[in-house]
């Protein structure tokens, strides 16, 4: 119901180690797109402390056959995210599936993509004396 043929679904997850006082979610649960089309969606993450403090988002994405041909244009996982203190930031993640995922007889019956991202801590080097 409410699936346009060809559309491929894309489910976002979040997850937190344990050592990051972080919360950490995405804006919407999923989106249903058209292979090729540039998307844009969000995740929100609020440091849970009074200090700063960095963390590094790792992803992966699954039914791992898909991920070939999911393109992240922009990602906050492509470098680390310092927020301060009870900061709260919106975080976008641009990204395409590539069209031939329905040309490829291993991924073409996919129908849902999910996009996993865990975000672990990033000690700081103390300055050197």
Avoid: H
Avoid at 39 to 54: M, S, V
Avoid at 102 to 112: G, H, L, N, R, V
């Amino acid at each position: 119901p409410g699936a346009v043929a060809g559309q491929i679904g894309v489910r976002f997850d979040a997850n937190i180690n344990p050592g990051l006082p972080w919360r950490f979610e995405p804006k919407q649960e999923t989106v249903r797109i058209a292979p090729g089309a540039r998307t844009q969606i969000f995740y929100k993450a609020t440091n849970l402390t009074a200090r700063p403090t960095t963390g590094q988002a790792v992803f992966n994405v699954t039914p791992d056959l898909a991920g070939q041909y999911f393109s992240k244009i922009e990602c906050f996982c492509f470098t680390e995210q310092t927020l301060k203190g009870g900061e709260s930031v919106d975080m976008p993640v641009v990204f395409y599936v590539d069209p031939r995922i329905k040309d490829d007889p291993d991924t073409k019956a996919i129908d849902e993509i999910t996009l996993s991202y865990t975000f672990y801590p990033v000690e700081k080097p103390t300055a050197a004396r």
